[in-house]
């Protein structure tokens, strides 16, 4: 059973900047697409970045572009995502996934992390 264990998140100000990981247990992720979502109370899970196996490929939903940067240590099995000018609408919880046919689709995506807190103040 492949496991992917979140970490990385907390309380900053904004403009602030924090780095999340993802942790695999298995090596065959290393050969998946890796995402990672967000999500607040009573919204729907949003995509919010995607990288390809190799990690020359990524993808990244409008409003994080130029200020979050996904990629990916295959040699750790471990996802990160860099975020940078946070903003209070950042607030969320964000959970890494993995193994997908479609990068920004929640529901085709077989992996997923337990989730990591962050939280944006003005």
């Known amino acids: 059973q492949v496991q992917l264990v979140d970490s990385g998140g907390g309380s900053v100000q904004a403009g602030g900047s924090l780095r999340l990981s993802c942790a695999a247990s298995d090596l065959s992720i290393s050969t998946e697409v890796m995402g990672w979502f967000r999500q607040t109370p009573g919204k729907e899970r949003e995509f919010v970045a995607a990288?390809?196996?190799?990690?020359?490929?990524?993808f990244y939903t409008d409003s994080v572009k130029g200020r979050f940067t996904i990629s990916r240590d295959n040699a750790k099995i471990t996802g990160y995502l860099q975020m940078n000018s946070l903003k209070p609408e950042d607030t969320a919880t964000y959970y890494c996934?993995?193994?997908?046919?479609?990068?920004?689709?929640?529901?085709?995506?077989?992996?997923w992390g337990q989730g990591t807190q962050v939280t944006v103040s003005p």
């Open positions: 996934a993995a193994n997908t046919e479609e990068w920004a689709r929640p529901e085709r995506y077989i992996y």
């Open positions: 990288i390809s196996p190799n990690g020359k490929t990524t």
